[in-house]
């Protein structure tokens, strides 16, 4: 398996402009989670899934942020409209129900909004 | 975990010296407990895990020590090599919230010297 696969690795954007981060999990994987790292705040979660149902999204900073997980092998994060402050590094990351702490984490998303 | 500052604690170790990266944790209810490594430009890679009825796990050279006493929990790296230079965060979770995600700590730095 190649891991969890998140793209785009980078992205440039506009304030106000949509963006759409994507997450393909680790096949048989149970959850499903989205991270967000910044150097202020750390590794925060922000919402994840089981067996593709949103159990916890508290983490979701506000309404501009959505996600969604339309079936086991993809899921997607976006944020519209996107703000200086969004700026960060995402992560998603998938485990199985029976290690939940040996969660597998894609490379992340470098998101830069300006 | 805590919300992160700006700068990371950071352990400067000699190549083959043994280190001790330490963390101490909060809620008294958590009972899993991770520590995760992080690469410059990579994701969160799982090292090592302890539930809250041992207090010393062993891996390839690295052990887990838990005081719940005190709430503190330690990650020594047995002869460090360059390689091990990354950022260091312990996680934790607690089964009793059924909650799966994990709380990620600050973390702490590690440089290896040659």
């Known amino acids: 398996d190649a891991g969890v696969i998140q793209s785009p690795r980078h992205e440039v954007t506009e304030m106000g402009q949509e963006v759409t981060l994507r997450c393909k999990p680790i096949?048989?994987?149970?959850?499903l989670f989205w991270y967000r790292q910044t150097m202020m705040r750390g590794l925060e979660l922000l919402i994840y899934f089981n067996n593709n149902v949103p159990i916890d999204d508290s983490g979701m900073p506000e309404d501009r942020f959505s996600a969604k997980m339309p079936n086991a092998s993809f899921s997607t994060l976006k944020i519209q409209p996107s703000e200086p402050r969004d700026s960060a590094v995402y992560f998603c990351?998938?485990?199985?129900?029976?290690?939940?702490?040996?969660?597998?984490f894609g490379q992340g998303t470098r998101l830069t909004v300006v | 975990g805590e919300s992160v500052g700006l700068h990371l604690p950071t352990l400067s170790v000699q190549e083959g010296d043994n280190s001790i990266i330490n963390c101490a944790y909060s809620n008294s209810a958590s009972d899993y407990f991770i520590w995760y490594k992080q690469e410059s430009g990579k994701g969160p890679q799982f090292i090592i895990d302890i539930r809250s009825n041992m207090d010393k796990r062993q891996g390839q050279r690295v052990t887990v020590l838990l005081n719940k006493t005190v709430k503190h929990l330690s990650l020594q790296i047995a002869a460090t090599q360059p390689g091990d230079s990354a950022v260091y965060f312990c996680a934790e979770n607690s089964k009793d919230t059924g909650r799966r995600a994990l709380t990620f700590g600050s973390g702490t730095r590690l440089q290896v010297q040659p």
């Open positions: 990351a998938s485990s199985w129900a029976s290690s939940p702490g040996e969660a597998f």
């Open positions: 096949s048989g994987h149970d959850y």
